[in-house]
């Protein structure tokens, strides 16, 4: 099995973007949320939001049977990280950058 690489995809960005937006979600909140931009699979988005947990950026708590995914590290913290990383692709250096623009806004 791989190590999970501490740099986002721009998958788990997108997540990450909707969980940061909603301060806390379930799976069925982030999937229904990126369903409307693409099509997607529920099990996809449960497996990636595990994968942000074991690499830090989510922590999970259990509420009414359902697990509630909240932040672990502040929106800022990961661009600053993302920014520092030198071993980044041009894509993923645009994706930083839309991030730092947003995060202006």
Partial sequence: MRTPHPTLTPQELAIMKVVWRLD????????????????????????????LEDKGYLKKVLVDRAHVYRPAQRRQQVVVHLAKDNKLTERQRRI???????IDE
């Fill in 24 to 51: 806390k979600a379930t799976v069925r909140d982030v999937y229904e949320a990126l369903r409307d931009k693409r099509p997607v699979a529920y099990t996809t988005v449960m497996t990636m939001m595990k994968i």
């Fill in 96 to 102: 930083v950058r839309q991030l730092i623009e947003e």
